[in-house]
């Protein structure tokens, strides 16, 4: 009796494997699972298809977005620096045709120039304060061997921005 119930169970254990093995094997080979699969490779396709379209489509316009960013900012760049030129060209103007200054410049005798310091500083005081891109206005008198900076007249050989002095050397 316990053989009889032994081999029992071995037949239903055996008949299980066999029908799940079967179940398995029609699952796979079903119309409905391959038509699934079809379904499935055909939708991911399309979806690949269409993220790497959108995936360039955005790069395009990112890449033409930056360089119309690029463009924008180079124009405002070359814009100010013809205004800090051009405002350039008109502090030395306005300087030149001063009369304290001329008489600062042509003036060969110190006491003649230290009278036209005051005007010259405040002068001078007015372009760097309403500019603030400018740091400071040098005036030069190679005749008098004189410099300012518009708050201290000096030498030209004592005056402490020697680069500046190099650059008048070579004139």
Known sequence: MKFQKKIEIYNLIKNTKYLFTQVKQYGRNSLFVRNLRIVISLLL???I???????????KNINKEI????IYLLERVKD????V???AESI???TAIQSSSMQYCLSEHDDVAKSYEEAISKFIRSYTLVYDYID?????SKNGNRVTDGDLFTTINSF????FIQSINTL
Do not use: F, P, W
């Open 45 to 47: 396709v399309v979806l």
């Open 49 to 59: 298809i269409n993220g790497v379209n959108y995936y360039s489509t955005i790069q």
């Open 67 to 70: 360089e119309s960013n690029n």
């Open 80 to 83: 100010m620096g013809v205004n």
């Open 85 to 87: 030129l051009k405002t």
């Open 92 to 94: 030395a103007t306005n």
């Open 136 to 140: 400071s206005v040098y005036l030069v």
């Open 160 to 163: 402490y921005d020697s680069e």
